[in-house]
């Protein structure tokens, strides 16, 4: 099975056209139709020591949630971690993919599977929806579909999913669930709310956006990994508001990925990297 195919199962599953428009989704560094997938890495960032794991383990594949390549480079002379990544894959043939906010707007993405984690059940999408056409078959394809068609199907997307537990619980026993879910040192959160815990909105990553429709939606909690301090006033007994950090929201978003490429792609070795990328040092 080449690489190629390996991403089309990617891309069929997030297509790129829900992807935000400051994004930079998808192919990063390599080719994909001419080399077979001798085994894929799944991450959160890329980094040069991710790059030497995917050496070690014999990969020439490296999918991962953020884009290596976000802003574009002018010159590669090494003077940075992003540049000196990029020349490291170039070298040893290793192909780059990433699915970020494509993945986060998806069915069964990046917010589905935090709110699996949480135990939350009747996941649904909230806030403003992103509806796409695209193939039927080439999901990835950056080819423009014509609506209509036999060969083409909607797609729909959105940057939150809102979810309820079976048994509500109170706050805080939510937030002691968090901790022990996400492995979180430290929630950052509003005044505890003196109501039971049901419905829950979430958005992983940089989040805050999401606030006022969460509210909206009626969700008696928040969770995201950014917010702006703020943004935390005037929602006392609103809403429960509980930040857990970007990298601990988006960590299992790499499983995401092996259950992709596991269903589609059988044979294809799968590894989830061992490398923590968080930058943030808790002390």
Do not use: W
């Not at 980094?47 to 050496?55: H, P």
């Not at 601990?248 to 269903?263: D, G, K, L, P």
């Amino acid at each position: 099975m080449n690489i190629k195919e390996v991403v089309n199962a990617l891309e069929k599953f997030a297509p790129l056209p829900l992807q935000e428009g400051f994004d930079n989704a998808g192919l990063q560094i390599g080719l994909t139709e001419t080399h077979e997938v001798s085994g894929a890495l799944l991450c959160l960032d890329v980094t040069e020591k991710v790059v030497d794991e995917a050496i070690a383990l014999g990969c020439n594949l490296i999918v991962s949630h953020h884009p290596l390549l976000f802003h574009a480079l002018k010159r590669i002379d090494g003077s940075n971690d992003v540049q000196r990544t990029l020349v490291k894959a170039l070298k040893n043939d290793i192909t780059v993919v990433s699915m970020h906010t494509n993945m986060d707007n998806a069915t069964g993405g990046v917010n589905f599977k935090m709110a699996e984690k949480m135990g939350l059940t009747n996941m649904r999408f909230f806030g403003q929806r992103k509806e796409i056409v695209v193939s039927a078959t080439t999901t990835g394809s950056t080819e423009e579909p014509v609506e209509g068609t036999s060969q083409t199907e909607k797609v729909i997307g959105a940057s939150g999913v809102i979810g309820v537990f079976e048994e509500p619980m109170d706050a805080m026993s939510f937030i002691q669930m968090l901790k022990r879910v996400f492995a979180v040192e430290c929630v950052q959160a509003n005044q505890l709310l003196q109501r039971p815990i049901r419905q829950v909105a979430i958005c992983g990553g940089a989040g805050a956006f999401m606030l006022g429709d969460a509210i909206a939606a009626g969700a008696d909690a928040f969770v995201t990994g950014e917010m702006h301090y703020h943004e935390y006033f005037d929602h006392e007994q609103e809403i429960q508001i509980a930040v857990i950090g970007h990298y601990q929201s988006e960590q299992f978003t790499n499983e995401v990925f092996r259950e992709i490429i596991e269903q589609n792609c059988p044979g294809v070795k799968c590894y989830l990297t061992k490398t923590v990328t968080n930058p943030i040092v808790y002390v």
